[in-house]
């Protein structure tokens, strides 16, 4: 029984030590790869692959995150009269909170599934044996390109979600539940801060950095055959989602503190 | 073992001009040693082979040479440097003179044979001059006679061109020293013999030093001017074509002969009989 635990323990400190040494190993070739033109070609095939394609799906789930919420929040306000309050409610959860965290979801479905999958595939070939076995960094190649790419477009993707979901929301709390339009908006400008929009855009560089580097990793060790493969995905697409989550609750904690210490002072400056 | 050793101290002692040495190179995975203190040297401008039976570790030995694989023990050496201790910055720039024939080819799905062949080449130099690479990628496609085919995709080539566009690309940058892993495995005969020719070809034309590993005896005859046989990831045989063949080893004998050993034949013949294990469905239910 212990032995069956410390050995456990051993193989996850090993797993979680390489990949810190990966981690480490993009973030110094990305550093060294943002200043070098030869770079910039391979960042926009993925740019193309990763963004573009992903902008419908991620508009599907910004609008349907912004009409749900409405239907769910306007039997609880107008309970309590509180009505036209609704689109303070459903803007703040979009941009900060349900829009960023279900775009980077969906994210991780669709990019870090296909990421897992193609390294995988050339790792089970031997294609990234033969990138190395040409003098090439793998990493620097195959893996820095997706990361730059990722941590660039997901902030863009998150505002595309955040777009449809405030129209989502006022589209079922205006036109559906017949909610005055001028008292929608100005409770929603009054209850919305530029510093809600920010923290959620923010978010994105941390989920896209997360989900790019969790993807390749799990596509550069996973095993042989299509199982390797398949369960490669499966485990990339669970640890990116527990990352987003865990992010997202870091990344708000930290807001939290640095609003509470100077956004306060904005009014006095 | 006293003859193992021998083959062994024999292999370490070829001469100084080795333009690779492997120094009691040892690989374990987990518990399981796939390498056992293996010494050899690489003589520059010859064709060495590596023969064995399938899992002996021929594949690990040759990903050595280039340190595709860090040993577990020992020492690869490449031109007197000691290379397995470098830094994979460094060893890339040694890496530059090899190429490497790899069993499947592993062509880059994603870029045409073009783009294949010229990935070396881009990803070291600054191309100035586009028209110069696309003269260097049609002679070295005409080497192995796939001249034309630049704007295929390894999906619409057989397994045959594919390994002659990996073989293309593997001496894109003029390399010193060859490596081919399996290079007639999955080919028929005509094909097989088309890659023999290819590899005799190369080291005549460019005087390169090749490394290949196989368990095709005919290729081996053809190809090798020095041939290793691994067992147990030991050398048990080592010398020219001749040598190998009337080596009084019997595991060599065994292999080159394509015979099924005595203990096999025998694990065979307790597994039962056919009519024993035969699938009868009126025993199941459907």
């Known amino acids: 029984m212990l032995e069956e635990l410390g050995s456990k323990s051993i193989i996850s400190l090993g797993n979680i030590g390489r990949f810190g040494r990966f981690v480490w190993q993009v973030m110094v070739a ?7 033109v030869s770079t910039y070609p391979l960042v926009w095939a993925q740019i193309h692959a990763i963004g573009v394609r992903s902008v419908p799906v991620i508009m599907i789930t910004g609008a349907f995150v912004g009409m749900t919420l409405a239907i769910q929040a306007y039997d609880q306000l107008a309970g309590m009269g509180l009505e036209e309050h609704l689109g303070a409610l459903i803007n703040v ?47 620097k190649y195959l893996v820095v390109p997706r990361v730059l790419a990722c941590l660039l477009l997901t902030p863009i993707l998150i505002i595309y979600a955040d777009l449809l979901g405030i129209l989502g929301g006022y589209f079922v709390s205006v036109v559906q539940l017949e909610i005055n339009s001028s008292a929608y908006w100005n409770f929603s400008a009054s209850g919305v801060e530029l510093w809600d929009v920010s923290v959620g855009v923010v978010k994105g560089i941390f989920f896209g950095g997360a989900i790019a580097t969790i993807s390749c990793y799990k596509g550069f060790t996973c095993r042989e055959g299509a199982h390797g493969v398949g369960q490669a995905c499966t485990e990339a697409f669970v640890s990116s989602f527990i990352s987003i989550l865990a992010l997202n609750f870091a990344v708000d904690v930290v807001a939290k503190g640095i609003y509470n210490t100077f956004w306060t002072v904005k009014s006095l400056v | 073992m006293a003859e193992e050793n021998k083959e062994n101290i024999e292999s ?82 040694v890496r530059m003179q090899y190429g490497f ?80 892993d399996e290079p007639t495995t999955g080919l028929d005969p005509i094909r097989s013999d088309i890659i023999n020719e290819l590899i005799l070809k190369l080291q005549r034309e460019l005087g390169v030093t090749t490394v290949v590993v196989t368990h095709d005896m005919t290729s081996a005859y053809k190809i090798a001017d020095r041939i290793i046989m691994l067992h ?25 002969n394509g015979q099924v050993g005595e203990d096999d034949l025998a694990v065979l013949r307790a597994s039962g009989t056919l009519t024993q294990s035969q699938f009868l469905p009126r025993d199941f239910k459907e």
């Open chain 1, 30 to 36: 990305s550093s060294r790869s943002c200043f070098r």
């Open chain 1, 93 to 139: 959860s979009v941009v900060k909170e349900l829009g960023p965290v279900l775009a980077a979801v969906m994210l991780a479905g669709r990019i870090g599934g296909a990421l897992t999958a193609e390294l995988g595939t050339m790792n089970v070939t031997e294609q990234i044996d033969a990138v190395r076995s040409m003098g090439t960094d793998p990493v």
């Open chain 2, 12 to 93: 370490n002692n070829k001469g100084n001009g080795d333009i690779v040495t492997l120094k009691n190179l040892t690989k374990r995975f987990g518990d399981y040693v796939v390498l056992d203190e293996i010494s050899l040297g690489i003589e520059k401008g010859k064709t060495t082979v590596v023969i064995g039976p399938s899992g002996c570790g021929k594949t690990v030995l040759i990903k050595h040479l280039l340190v595709l694989l860090r040993p577990s023990g020992g020492e690869v050496y490449f031109k007197g440097q000691r290379i397995d201790n470098l830094p994979e910055q460094e060893l890339n720039k």
């Open chain 2, 101 to 180: 024939l790899f069993q499947g080819g592993a062509l880059f799905d994603s870029l045409s044979v073009v783009g294949n062949v010229t990935f070396p080449i881009v990803q070291h130099y600054e191309i100035t001059d586009w028209k110069k690479v696309e003269e260097l990628v049609a002679s070295k496609l005409a080497m192995v006679g796939l001249d034309g085919f630049q704007n295929y995709y390894p999906a619409n080539l057989s397994g045959g061109q594919r390994k002659r566009v990996a073989l293309a690309r593997a001496i894109a940058l003029s390399p010193e020293v060859i490596l081919y």
């Open chain 2, 232 to 256: 147990h990831g030991k050398i048990i045989a080592d010398g020219d074509a001749d040598h190998i063949r009337n080596h009084p080893h019997p595991i060599v004998q065994q292999f080159i």
